[in-house]
Nanobody, 120 residues
Framework: QVQLVESGGGLVQAGGSLRLFCAAS????????MGWYRQAPGKQRELVATITRRGSTDYANSVKGRFTISRDNAKNTVYLQMNSLKPEDTAVYYCNADRVFTATGVRDYWGQGTQVTVSS
């Protein structure tokens, strides 16, 4: 069974920084892409950033230049460095692992979410 465990959320003032961490555990052969999504109250879940196994990245326009995604393929971990945080970044942030290959097949997985709150 594969699990994604996130950490690093919290409360920060506008202009501050946070670093999110997500680790995938289980009998994993490989993971295609990993990413971060967020969902604010009353809004749909939206993509924040993704990174492929080869290191290609994609960001939402709203976070470009402020957030940086990285991963460690050997450890099945993904990070999100968030700088210059704004109140509108407040949301629950979810880690996603896309196309996780295990002995039983391939599927996507989601973490349980970590709250990020940015005060003005």
């Amino acid at each position: 069974q594969v699990q994604l465990v996130e950490s690093g959320g919290g409360l920060v003032q506008a202009g501050g920084s946070l670093r999110l961490f997500c680790a995938a555990s289980g009998s994993i052969f490989s993971i295609n892409a990993m990413g971060w999504y967020r969902q604010a109250p009353g809004k749909q879940r939206e993509l924040v950033a993704t990174i492929t196994r080869r290191g290609s990245t994609d960001y939402a326009n709203s976070v470009k230049g402020r957030f940086t995604i990285s991963r460690d393929n050997a450890k099945n971990t993904v990070y999100l460095q968030m700088n210059s945080l704004k109140p509108e970044d407040t949301a629950v942030y979810y880690c996603n692992a896309d196309r996780v290959f295990t002995a039983t097949g391939v599927r996507d997985y989601w973490g349980q979410g970590t709250q990020v709150t940015v005060s003005s």
